[in-house]
T-cell receptor, first 113, second 109 residues
């Protein structure tokens, strides 16, 4: 995960507040992904991007939006955070198609009180 | 759903023993991938096996794929304490990878 950073790494916020998580890559990978990881659910895809300004929904996209204005940055926004969005969020990138190897960032632990 | 389902959920072995974990899935795939996650870290890619392959090796790792049974296995030989981690299979069809819930492997020194 040397070329993928996530910020912040930890965040505590209150219900109803907007939150933006940032993923930054230096690998020039075309594909970027946002996952959430919860006990008992494993890793679930929220949204992904297959190019600048090109995004699509994943399995658990409700309550989340994304933006990608540059190749290197992929933002995940919780418009109005809820306690059910307390989770660990991982960003991943991939250079080939969406079905090929992914490279993961270190994760962001988000707590919504 | 294409989601991979790992089995067992948890596995505890002694150092030097072999560890085997399995992944089952439901639909046709392009490839299947195995990842490792150490506590508090992101996933790290271990090995990718394509649907037309039956077996792949990488160091102490051996992966098999049986598309007729829709299952894969990951074998770690001569396990070490450093292999302690969670292991996930990711299933790839025509959509991005879908991960299972993982197998937690504990290797006791």
């Amino acid at each position: 995960d040397a070329g993928i950073t996530q910020s912040p790494r930890h965040k505590v916020t209150e219900t109803g507040t907007p939150v933006t998580l940032r993923c930054h890559q230096t690998e020039n990978h075309r594909y970027m992904y946002w996952y959430r990881q919860d006990p008992g659910h494993g890793l679930r895809l929220i949204h992904y991007s297959y190019g600048v300004k090109d995004t699509d929904k994943g399995e658990v996209s409700d309550g989340y939006s994304v933006s990608r204005s540059k190749t290197e940055d992929f933002l995940l926004t919780l418009e109005s955070a809820t306690s059910s969005q307390t989770s660990v969020y991982f960003c991943a990138t991939g250079s080939e198609g969406s079905t090929d190897t992914q490279y993961f960032g270190p994760g962001t632990r988000l707590t919504v009180l | 759903s294409q989601q991979g389902e790992e089995d067992p959920q948890a596995l505890s072995i002694q150092e030097g023993e072999n560890a085997t974990m399995n992944c089952s899935y439901k639909t046709s795939i392009n490839n299947l991938q195995w990842y490792r996650q150490n506590s508090g870290r992101g996933l790290v890619h271990l090995i990718l096996i394509r649907s037309n392959e039956r077996e792949k090796h990488s160091g102490r790792l051996r992966v098999t794929l049986d598309t007729s049974k829709k299952s894969s296995s990951l074998l770690i030989t001569a396990s070490r304490a450093a292999d302690t981690a969670s292991y996930f299979c990711g299933v790839s069809g025509n959509t991005p990878l879908v991960f299972g819930k993982g197998t937690r492997l504990s290797v006791i020194a």
